[in-house]
């Protein structure tokens, strides 16, 4: 049977389905669906549907630094990898991320903003906008880990991407779904 050109590529779903679960990881291909649990608490009611992209560079990457941070950009970009994630996350755990995910790019602007200021004002307005390049800095740090997702990449290995991370309660409800379907 030879395959139509309209038809739709039906066997990325089916991809998309067939996930396995190791009991650490989870082994996925683009574009991925996670079964119907919160990521963050393992809830399975009121849940609102996130799509994320996450992206996958090969520790040993990193290594391009002994030829300069030029060569390591390049080499990050070339060998960087993604996929679209589809998952689920029940209503409080989604307020609290969006929070996060809210006050992280704030604090990334006035991280610039500050820097931006530094350069007009003198004398101890300067001084305050250091103290506040500073801490905007680390509190952008603090709620960049806040916002995370819970799991990332771990490894990719074509058309496989391994995902880690999950909470116990979260991993042992994806075994479950994962070995009913
Ligand atoms: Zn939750």
Redesign the pocket.
């Known amino acids: 049977m030879s395959q139509s050109v309209y038809e739709t590529p039906k066997s990325n779903t089916q991809a998309v389905n067939a996930l396995e679960w190791d009991g650490y990881n989870y082994k996925i291909q683009d574009p991925a669906k996670l079964p119907s649990v ?1 990521v ?2 393992g ?1 399975e009611s009121d849940l609102v549907c996130v799509h994320k992209k996450l992206n996958y560079v090969h520790p040993a990457t990193l290594l391009w630094i002994i030829l300069g941070p030029i060569v390591l950009l390049i080499a990050y970009v070339v060998s960087l990898k993604s996929i679209k994630v589809e998952f689920q ?2 209503q ?2 989604h307020q609290k991320k969006t929070f996060w995910s809210k006050l992280n790019i704030a604090t990334w602007i006035s991280f610039i903003g500050f820097i931006a200021l530094a350069f007009v004002v003198e004398g101890s307005l300067r001084s305050f906008c250091s103290i506040m390049i500073f801490v905007s800095f680390f509190f952008g740090l603090f709620t960049l880990v806040m916002q995370d997702p819970g799991f990332s990449v771990k490894a990719h290995n074509k058309p496989y991407f391994y995902l880690k991370g999950f909470k116990k309660e979260v991993a042992k409800k994806f075994a479950m779904k994962t070995a009913k379907s």
């Open positions: 919160c963050s608490c809830g996350r029940c409080s755990c």
